[in-house]
């Protein structure tokens, strides 16, 4: 198949999920006047549905598709590190879960895409919950070092281990032997951090568990000339939350409540 046929299958796939949520968005209107909580449960599970085929489409267009036209602006990369922190926080006991997050002080600036830096954090951090698993626990971290950004996240999962699959010479396989992934985040973030003058290393940490840095190289804001004006890209989320698609397989069905997705 060409990547054009194959671009607008995946396209016309992003059009027929959002006809259908939508079409759950009126019935739900239809169903709250019945006041009959199996129907809403329904819904809900359709929802959650709808919003993991958007997240595998996301990934297979983003990974298989042709290289995205980056948006760069200079942008201060603390902001959203704290927001994605924020956010997760808040629905922390939801993911089962014990998360933490930290921004040491200091200039975030950096030519990024705004968009896909937040992907290639979710990315991460999806990752990191799956493998931290029920009651383990999850960091994120944006630290500066030599001129470089560096955001981290790190669980107390099995790590990469005695596995020889899992070694550096096959940085992939960690995350493709995720429970319930389909083996493309991992992928996402190392084309982001390529795009982005970046790179992505991981170790085990010392207490248990795996350490993944992606690190960005610095600008100083004194350089706005180097603001790259790039003409307007399709939009990657499908109108969907950004958070809510990366992390669909694993928040439960409450989330994806009528009243949550208003």
């Given at each position: ?58 990934h297979l267009e983003f990974v298989h598709g042709s290289?995205p036209i980056l948006q760069s602006q200079l942008i ?187």
């Amino acid at each position: 198949m060409d990547e054009e046929t194959y671009r607008r299958l995946l396209w016309e796939l992003r059009e027929q999920i959002n006809t259908l949520f939508s079409a759950n968005h009126l019935l739900t209107a239809l169903v709250r006047e019945k006041g009959v909580q199996r129907d809403l449960d329904c819904l809900a599970m359709s929802d959650q549905a709808l919003y993991r085929l958007m997240r595998t489409i996301q990934h297979l267009e983003f990974v298989h598709g042709s290289t995205p036209i980056l948006q760069s602006q200079l942008i201060d990369v603390a902001q959203p590190c704290r927001r994605l922190g924020e956010s997760l926080e808040h629905i922390a006991a939801d993911l089962k879960v014990d998360f933490s997050w930290s921004v040491d002080s200091g200039d975030y600036s950096t030519m990024a895409d705004p968009l896909l830096l937040e992907q290639a954090l979710l990315n991460l951090l999806t990752n990191a919950i799956q493998a931290a698993g029920e009651g383990g626990k999850v960091w994120l971290r944006a630290a500066l070092s030599g001129g470089s950004i560096l955001l981290t996240v790190e669980d107390n999962g099995p790590g990469m281990g005695a596995d020889p699959q899992l070694s550096a010479t096959s940085w992939a396989d960690p995350f493709l032997k995720t429970p319930g992934g389909v083996g493309l985040g991992m992928d996402m973030v190392k084309k982001i951090a390529r795009l982005h003058k970046g790179t992505v290393m991981w170790h085990d940490r010392a207490g248990g568990g795996l350490s993944v840095t992606l690190s960005l190289p610095q600008t100083p804001p004194s350089q706005p000339s180097e603001i790259v004006k790039t003409p307007l890209r399709s939009d990657l989320t499908g109108g969907f939350p950004l958070l809510l698609v990366e992390l669909s397989p694993l928040l439960p069905l409450e989330q994806f409540m009528p009243e949550n997705l208003d």
